[in-house]
């Protein structure tokens, strides 16, 4: 990643038209996967190389962007790749939710509701939701253009019948607009929710598999379910150790060799933006006030 | 990153930033810095093809801009694009009279497996006002109207096929002299005025 700088945003302009035409057939066909000639990126692919083209495409001068892995600013994946941006962009970055116009992540949404000047930039592995059940890219095609999706909803409830619910935990499929079938990349199904009607535009990158995806702004984005085993959001019954929060998604992290255990938001400005405003340990909490 | 080095690069940007954003909220007039073309190209259509053309997506002219010889030279200059005669050929097509806009299925639809393999049409228009058509879809909160004349007297209808055939179908992109709006074949009409 020390390549000399000849690229507002590394990629060539060309590149970037090539992209851009993507995002805005993206945009009028939600959920529909767009091919596009993914370049090859100075990072593997594992570090999100769809998402960081996608951005290079829509970024401009006046962004501010933020970059979030699992949640958190500081992961090397996010902090390298904000790097990135600041050497070959010169853009301005922050960490903070609400102060960012384009924000790139990896595996969550951020708890903080996304406004209608935001785009949310996805890094996507796995693009096709069918694949598991078809690996044939021309019967995927086919299937999605026939809204052929009943052997995903027969996936779905072969969970129901071996666990009691369904297991699917992260990339639990979605169906966007009352049409295509999408996979919304490995974020826990507790965040499924928030991809519906959400203010901002967001858009999925998938380097590897070459594709590009999008969900407009307001757009009816429903999790796959059965009347009689209706959609679950999942989160640990706990509350943040740290700013006491009781909506946010929760990390269970070890906190010593003796394996004890805490949860603590996934989402680090939204913990730490919490903290700031004065919410704290339960414990603190549960005090007095002082001048009660 | 100094501004000269980088100009025409943020220019392009800008452009495709506020056509992502009138995409993405089908009917809401933004404004774009244009750029200088030979008549009866607008401005703002010409910020548009500068942005997004070139050698990979053919252009389509209607008869009003294929009789200005500068306009296909302009484009070839500028964007290396090619011209095609096949209005189903190209990647963008450019209306200058919008009254004689072809009907939609002259243009290139996608695929069942390929929707995204269609034409973007951008048509100039003289104002975004008129007899409005509200509308509903992806994008929009709740609904939102749209007017943009001169249109042709069937154009909701022809609107209405172009949704029925989703995801098939093509896009649309209004231009006034620095103004563009969008709609997405998602959109849907709920009422005509
Ligand atoms: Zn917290």
Sequence with gaps: ?292 | MSAPAFGMAFASQAAFRALMECLSRPGEIRTLEGVGAPPPMAPATAALVRSLADYESPIWLDPAFAAAPAIAEWIKFHTGAPIVAAPDKAAFALVADSLAMPTFLKFAQGSEEYPDRSTTIIVQVERFAGPALTLQGPGIETTRDFAAAPLPADFAQRLRDNREMFPRGVDLVFVTGQAIAALPRSVRIVEER
Excluded at chain 1, 9 to 30: V, W
Excluded at chain 1, 154 to 169: F, M, N, Q, S, W
Excluded at chain 1, 226 to 231: I, L, N, S, V
Excluded at chain 1, 246 to 253: A, F, K, N, P, R
Aim: net charge negative; proline share 8%; with cysteine.
């Design chain 1, 1 to 292: 990643m020390t390549a000399p700088v000849y690229n507002f945003a590394y990629l060539d302009e060309q590149t970037k038209r090539m992209i851009r035409r993507a995002i805005l057939k993206a945009i009028a066909i939600p959920g529909y996967q767009v091919p596009f000639a993914s370049r090859e990126m100075p990072m593997p692919y594992g570090w999100g190389t769809g998402g960081v083209q996608v951005t290079a495409a829509i970024l401009g001068p006046q962004d501010v962007l933020k970059v979030i892995d699992q949640g958190s600013d500081d992961t090397t994946n996010a902090v390298s790749i904000r790097k990135f941006f600041t050497r070959t962009a010169g853009v301005r970055t922050t960490t903070a939710t609400l102060e960012a116009t384009v924000i790139q992540t990896r595996h969550r949404v951020p708890e903080a509701a996304l406004s209608a000047d935001q785009v949310l930039v996805y890094q996507v592995p796995i693009p096709e939701p069918l694949r598991f059940l078809e690996p044939r890219e021309t019967e995927t095609r086919r299937m999605h253009a026939l809204s052929e999706y009943g052997l995903m909803h027969v996936k779905l409830y072969e969970d129901i019948a071996r666990h009691g619910h369904i297991a699917t935990a992260y990339a639990y499929p979605v169906q966007v607009a009352s049409r295509y079938v999408m996979d919304p990349s490995p974020i826990p199904k507790f965040d499924n929710p928030k991809l519906s009607n959400c203010p901002a535009l967001q858009l999925f990158g998938a380097g590897r598999e070459k594709r590009i995806y999008a969900i407009p702004p307001y757009t009816r984005v429903t999790s796959l379910d059965f009347d009689d085993h209706p959609f679950e959001p999942y989160r640990h019954d706990a509350s943040c150790e740290l700013c006491a929060a009781t909506d946010s998604y929760l990390d269970e992290v070890i906190t010593d060799d003796q394996g004890n255990r805490m949860f603590v938001c996934s989402d680090t400005d939204y913990c730490e933006h919490r903290r700031a405003l004065g919410h704290g340990p339960i414990a603190a909490t549960q005090k007095e006030p002082a001048d009660g």
